[in-house]
């Protein structure tokens, strides 16, 4: 099928769900990704940060396709070595008691909102089940996590939205205490606001969270689905903060290309998700596990991470004297940049073009590269926008 082929089929079979770039992505290796027509791209999305070892990584596709060679789904009225393994991985990594897997950031969240809730209903009853989250968030796309979105353009057309959600001005310390109340169960934040426009929150601000939270037992709750498996240079961002939140949700990263989430919550919460309160098909099948598995086995070491942590220095001192660049922000390898000229769809837009996949957020340009790719290409994909930014 040629690209015009795909695109009439997407037209005429598809809901129209999605603003697309115009290009047809068919194979990759590495960081770089071919289109239908064989025109190659440098690839500093991951695919919005799922594709954190590139694409095709060998010893991930070893992992997966002996996996599907093997056994490629259980239901979760069995027991599995890979479920346990990818469990214990991620607690050992954080110090987390407990994992819930399953298939999507949403569903991690999802997961989350409901821990909060009912660790609240077991020990103080009904009325205290407000969460906060932050203004400018992003949550998911489900009913529940769209409310859970500080942002009011997710919050049109499909109501009624799940109650119980109210929104704090990111890093306003002041709003946050006019919002704690005794009916608030948790407060829930990016630590690193992702499709907000890669806004990091301040130290003090995520201190005045940790502290107020732990005064008046409110579940700490963060999401880094985008954040986490390494992005940022830790394996979690928030262990850059110096908190231990409660509950932590996990996804895009962490299947390395296969769809898996996880929500991971301490000792205090560990009984709350008792038998028959929960459950999915799908979350932590035996080829998720096993991609997750190789991916935690190979992002997480001292080397690789503070590989990560030097390419994104790199980056971002090589963007530091480009045109058009006016501000730099984020950690490690999820990068957002501010252009003079405010035209970063146009930008993205045009490094489609000559060969280089790049995101915007908000007005940003936002890079999540993928988190092996190599000093070469790096390279040309900043020479790509380089020349892109001086038009
Ligand atoms: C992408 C994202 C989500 C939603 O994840 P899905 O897998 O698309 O459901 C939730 N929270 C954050 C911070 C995200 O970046």
Redesign the pocket.
């Known amino acids: 099928m040629t690209f015009e082929d795909i695109k009439n089929k997407e037209q005429k079979y598809m809901m129209h769900t999605y603003g697309r770039f115009p290009a047809a992505l068919v194979s990759g290796k590495g960081a770089v990704a071919k289109d239908a027509d064989g025109k190659e791209y440098i690839d500093f999305t991951s695919g919005?940060?799922v594709n954190c070892l590139g694409y095709c990584d060998d010893g991930w596709v070893k992992a997966v396709s002996d996996q599907a060679a093997a056994i490629q789904h259980i239901s979760n009225l069995y027991y599995s070595p890979l479920q346990v393994g990818v469990a214990e991985r991620l607690c050992s990594l954080t110090g987390m008691d407990k994992v819930f897997l399953c298939n999507?950031?949403?569903?991690a969240?999802e997961c989350a909102i409901k821990i909060a809730r009912k660790y609240s209903f077991d020990k103080y009853g009904e009325g205290r089940q407000k969460i906060l989250t932050l203004v400018n968030s992003?949550?998911?796309?489900t009913v529940t996590?769209l409310a859970a979105t500080g942002q009011d353009v997710f919050h049109n057309y499909f109501y009624p939205f799940t109650e119980g959600f109210d929104y704090v001005v990111a890093n306003d310390t002041d709003d946050l205490m006019k919002h704690i109340d005794d009916s608030v169960c948790a407060v829930f934040v990016?630590l690193i606001q992702?499709?907000g426009g890669v806004m990091p929150l301040c130290r003090e601000f995520v201190k005045a969270v940790a502290d107020v939270c732990a005064e008046k037992d409110i579940l700490f709750m963060v999401?880094e689905?985008?954040?986490g498996i390494s992005r940022t240079g830790s394996v979690y961002c928030y262990q850059q903060y110096d908190i231990k939140p409660d509950v932590v949700?996990s996804?895009?990263g962490l299947g390395g290309g296969v769809p898996i989430?996880a929500c991971l919550c301490n000792e205090k919460l560990a009984d709350v998700m008792s038998a028959g309160t929960h459950g999915t098909t799908f979350g932590g099948n035996p080829i998720a596990c096993a991609a997750a598995g190789y991916v935690l086995d190979t992002v997480t070491t001292d080397e690789f991470l503070s590989s990560v942590r030097e390419k994104g220095d790199y980056i971002r001192q090589q963007l530091s004297g480009m045109a058009n660049v006016k501000e730099v922000r984020g950690m490690g390898m999820m990068i957002g940049i501010v252009t003079e000229k405010d035209n970063a769809k146009a930008v993205a837009a045009a490094c489609v073009e000559k060969g280089l996949l790049i995101l915007t957020a908000k007005n940003l340009l936002r890079m999540l590269p993928p988190l092996n790719i190599t000093k070469e290409e790096i390279d040309r994909g900043l020479s790509i926008l380089k020349t892109v930014m001086e038009e």
């Open positions: 919005i940060g999507s950031g949403a569903e969240n992003f949550h998911g796309r996590t990016e992702g499709e999401d689905v985008q954040t949700t996804a895009k989430g």
